[in-house]
């Protein structure tokens, strides 16, 4: 979206990247009901789109089964370790995604639209930032 999309603001590129993604989804259901739901970020459709199919999913194969409660604390522990890891993995995938974001791109197959020049793309031009200066 960054690139096919270079010109537009970022809160553009998100809507646009939330209803691509609306549209690829192959179930009906899951689909409309995402629509519905009119999200702007591709980050919230996807949350949500994977919460409807969880309990689409959960609803099916639980008709006949009931809820039990256990004395015991394993459950409990079972939960707060779920939650440790879950945590542990939001926070090494944010560190990942600041990391690429703060990485420059470095391909040394890509030519810059506005210098025509190997090696980096238009928004990291030294030409942009040399002549906006002036």
Request: glycine share 2%; with cysteine.
């Amino acid at each position: 979206m960054s690139l096919a999309y270079a010109e537009c603001p970022r809160d553009v590129r998100e809507s646009l990247a939330a209803q691509y993604f609306v549209d690829a989804i192959r179930d009906e259901y899951t689909q409309h009901s995402t629509r519905v739901m009119d999200a702007k970020y591709l980050k919230s459709s996807l949350a949500y789109s994977m919460k409807y199919e969880a309990a689409r999913t959960v609803s099916k194969t639980s008709r006949h089964v009931r809820s039990m409660e256990t004395e015991d604390h394993t459950s409990r522990e079972r939960d707060d370790k779920f939650e440790f890891f879950f945590n542990r993995l939001e926070k090494l995938l944010n560190s990942s995604v600041a990391g690429k974001k703060n990485t420059p791109r470095r391909n040394p197959n890509v030519n810059c639209w506005k210098c025509n020049k190997k090696g980096h793309v238009q928004r990291e031009c030294q030409a942009i930032t040399s002549n906006q200066e002036n």
